[in-house]
Nanobody, 115 residues
Framework: EVQLVESGGGLVQAGGSLRLSCAAS????????IGWIRQAPGKEREGVSC????????YYSDSVKGRFTISRYNVNDTVFLQMNSLKPEDTGVYYC????????WGRGTQVTVSS
């Protein structure tokens, strides 16, 4: 059974930083792409960043490029999202999941950026 547990969110002022963690387990394949997806209040989920297990290649949406960095620790399938220079528009619930076909969603972690 796939389990995804996000943590590390919080309340931060604009310009601040947060580091999100995702503990992933139960995925039956060695090669995968896993990423961070966020959902702002009243909006649909938006892909933010993802990383490939095969070569650690990464993708960032234009809205976070240059500010966020995704990484993973392959020993225990933990994925991180270092978020710097946070903006109020980064506010939302952040989820991690496998891509392009997400599996069962975790609870996410709330990120709130105050202006």
């Amino acid at each position: 059974e796939v389990q995804l547990v996000e943590s590390g969110g919080g309340l931060v002022q604009a310009g601040g930083s947060l580091r999100l963690s995702c503990a992933a387990s139960g995925f039956p394949y060695d090669d995968y792409t896993i990423g961070w997806i966020r959902q702002a209040p009243g909006k649909e989920r938006e892909g933010v960043s993802c990383i490939s297990s095969s070569d650690d290649s990464t993708y960032y949406s234009d809205s976070v490029k240059g500010r966020f960095t995704i990484s993973r620790y392959n020993v225990n399938d933990t994925v991180f999202l270092q978020m710097n220079s946070l903006k109020p528009e980064d506010t939302g619930v952040y989820y991690c999941n496998y891509l392009p076909r997400p599996l069962a969603w975790g609870r996410g972690t709330q990120v709130t950026v105050s202006s």
